[in-house]
């Protein structure tokens, strides 16, 4: 669908206040529109337009990598950063980053991660024996998120009991070093970019809509 002549304006509107540092003096209904129509303009891209962000991207990257380490270090260091971290993980975003890093810790990969947390968060019991799940790190109940191995994609939201289980059936499989979760991350990464980029796209602009 073509973007309507409302959401161009209030895309004008987003980047001269957004150049001026005054995004707090928008109204939720012109943000809304003007952020509809970044998206529209983000999904259209022409290939030379999305290389030449994707180029734009890396130069910044490379010119203020350094600096933004140096700033995120000092931020670590002061009180008001370790206060705001201990009531984050306290927090449901925390504990969802923290489920999240878990998962790629431990070699799943998913296009989704945000989708497959829903998943871990909302099942109940077990999908191989339906045994009611609890939180934790004890019992033979607690919640497992499980994956394939040799693939490293999500199979099922399991018992601790079943996951140990299919553990032992898949015991000619080898647990992978963090180096050789690290590379089958990227190799499927690479194989999927596009398609990950937009479910990616689609979350944080759904996500952004839904919060204004």
């Not at 994956?147 to 490293?152: M, R």
């Not at 939201?157 to 015991?171: A, L, P, S």
């Not at 070093?177 to 944080?204: F, G, L, P, V």
């Amino acid at each position: 669908m073509e973007p309507t002549q409302e959401q161009r304006n209030a895309y004008l509107i987003y980047n001269n206040l957004s150049k001026a540092k005054q995004l707090n003096t928008i109204d939720a209904n012109t943000k809304k529109l003007a952020l509809e129509y970044r998206a529209y303009l983000r999904a259209n891209r022409t290939e030379e337009q999305k290389q030449k962000k994707l180029e734009q991207d890396r130069k910044y990257y490379q010119d203020n990598h350094e600096e933004r380490l140096k700033q995120e270090k000092e931020k670590r260091g002061t009180a008001e950063h370790k206060a705001y971290m201990k009531e984050f993980r306290a927090s449901e975003a925390g504990k969802k980053s923290a489920r999240i890093t878990i998962m790629k810790k431990i070699g799943i990969i998913s296009d989704d991660y945000e989708a497959l947390y829903e998943k871990w968060k909302n099942t109940t019991h077990c999908e191989e024996c339906n045994i009611e799940l609890v939180g934790g790190n004890n019992g033979t109940n607690r919640k497992c998120t499980d994956h394939d191995h040799s693939t490293g994609l999500f199979r099922n939201i399991i018992c601790h009991k079943c996951n140990v289980e299919r553990g032992i059936k898949d015991n000619n499989i080898v647990a992978m070093t963090k180096e050789q979760i690290s590379e089958q991350r990227k190799q499927h990464y690479k194989a999927n970019a596009e398609r990950i980029k937009a479910a990616r796209m689609k979350y944080y602009y759904d996500k952004k809509l839904k919060n204004n």
